[in-house]
C-alpha cells in the first residue's frame, strides 16, 4: 500500500495538465483516498506509544494525508476535494487529538519533542501536525463555507 500510495504521490506531483480522462480518474482516487484517510485517521495516534512506532496502518495513514495534501496543492482537484462532506472536519478532529496526545505525554506529537540520542530524527509522523495544517488551509483556500467551519 505504501508503495502505491508513493507511485500516485509521483503522479499527482507531476506538473503536466493531463487529458480530462485522466483528471476525472484522479477525482475518483481522490475521494477514494480521502475516504481512506477519514476511516484510518486514529491509526496514527497509535504513534503516540513507542510500542506502536512500526504501525502499518499509522503509515499508510500518513503517507494517506501527504498525498492529499499534494492533491489539495493542485488547483484541478483543489475544489473537488473542498467539497467532499466531512473531510475537513476529520483533518482538524485528528490535529486535536494529535495535539491532545502531544500534551497528554512527551512522544512523537509534542511541539517540545526533544530528541534524543537512541530515536531516529526521520519518524515518520515528524511533520504529521504540520501537513493536517496544510490540509486544512488548502481545503479553506478560496472556500468561504470551509473557512467559516474553521
Known amino acids: 500500500r505504501l508503495t502505491l500510495l508513493e507511485l ?29 484517510f477519514q476511516d484510518k485517521c486514529d491509526a496514527v495516534l497509535k504513534l503516540a506509544s513507542a510500542a506502536d512506532a512500526e504501525d502499518e496502518e499509522a503509515l499508510v495513514t500518513i503517507r494517506l494525508l501527504d498525498v492529499l495534501c499534494e492533491m489539495t496543492s493542485n488547483n484541478r482537484q483543489l475544489e473537488h476535494l473542498q467539497a467532499l462532506p466531512g473531510l475537513l472536519k476529520t483533518a482538524i478532529d485528528t490535529l486535536r487529538l494529535t495535539h491532545l496526545a502531544g500534551k497528554q505525554a512527551v512522544n512523537v506529537f509534542t511541539a517540545t519533542h526533544a530528541m534524543t540520542g537512541q530515536e531516529e530524527i526521520s519518524h515518520p509522523a515528524v511533520g504529521f501536525k504540520s501537513h493536517l495544517i496544510r490540509l486544512i488551509g488548502n481545503l479553506c483556500y478560496k472556500n468561504k463555507e470551509n473557512q467559516d467551519k474553521v
Not at 500516485?8 to 480521502?34: C, Q, W, Y
Open 8 to 36: 500516485i504521490m509521483a503522479e499527482v506531483s507531476e506538473k503536466n495538465p493531463g487529458t480530462s480522462e485522466e483528471i476525472n480518474v484522479f477525482m475518483r482516487h481522490a475521494d477514494f483516498l480521502a475516504g481512506c
